[in-house]
């Protein structure tokens, strides 16, 4: 079966699952998931499972992109950040949705195969950075939509507090080994309104050693 024929079969299946928004659907069928996987996973680009990536990590299950993506009801208006960046597929997903993109990853090496990525299939709207994600992105800024590609065991403060009111933050929560739940948290005048989205598995948020400030 060609690679075309998969990614038809692909898309079937995401309509199956529940994904019914057009742009997330067009989206999808847009980019080219073959281009984020090692060459020797290629064949398996639509396939309806995660892969690895390297170093530990993976490019996560195109249904589980397809669910956070739809949850996250960005439209060409907003700004949108993601922890997470890893092969970058997430990334390029959404910003064929959404205005400006901003993604920060904590391993260098994926950030440069999936900047070179950026560039290929020329995506201007996305920056990247190197960092710890959990701190939200380093330079203040709000934003429309934030979306986390990793486990946290719980919501980091910063990104709450980087989100614009009546913005909304999809993170899977949970620890390694256990259950992880998929939340959809608003922020709204009168606080945080919390939904549970569903179960899901994913790598770990990694946050950085808090640095020790000496004294004197
Ligand atoms: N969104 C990615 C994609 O489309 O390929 C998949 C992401 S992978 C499941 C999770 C990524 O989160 C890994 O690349 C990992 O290095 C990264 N990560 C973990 N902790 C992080 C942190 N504190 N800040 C930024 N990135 C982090």
């Excluded at 080219?32 to 299950?61: C, H, K, M, W």
């Excluded at 005048?189 to 050693?209: N, S």
């Amino acid at each position: 079966m060609s690679l075309e024929a998969r990614k038809i079969r692909l898309l079937m299946q995401l309509r199956r699952a529940g994904i019914t928004d057009t742009a997330v659907l067009a989206a999808i069928e847009k980019v080219p998931r073959e281009r984020f996987v090692p060459p020797s996973f290629r064949d398996q680009a639509y396939e309806n499972i995660a892969l690895p990536i390297g170093l530990g990590q993976t490019i996560s299950q195109p249904e589980v992109v397809a669910t956070m993506t739809q949850a996250l009801e960005a439209t060409r208006r907003h700004t949108v950040l993601e922890v997470g960046t890893g092969s970058g597929y997430q990334a390029a997903v959404l910003s064929r949705i959404c205005r400006r993109l901003y993604t920060i990853e904590r391993h260098a090496d994926l950030l440069k195969e999936a900047e070179a990525r950026f560039a290929e299939l020329r995506l201007h709207n996305i920056t990247w950075r190197r960092g710890d994600g959990s701190r939200g992105w380093p330079e203040p800024r709000r934003f429309d939509r934030i979306i986390v590609t990793c486990a946290a065991e719980l919501t980091p403060e910063p990104l709450l507090e980087q989100l614009q009111e009546g913005g909304c933050l999809i993170l899977p929560v949970g620890g390694q080994g256990r259950t992880q739940e998929l939340l959809r948290l608003r922020k709204t005048k009168d606080g945080i309104r919390q939904e549970e989205l569903g179960f899901v598995r994913f790598v770990p948020l990694v946050a950085d050693p808090v640095e020790r400030r000496s004294a004197g």
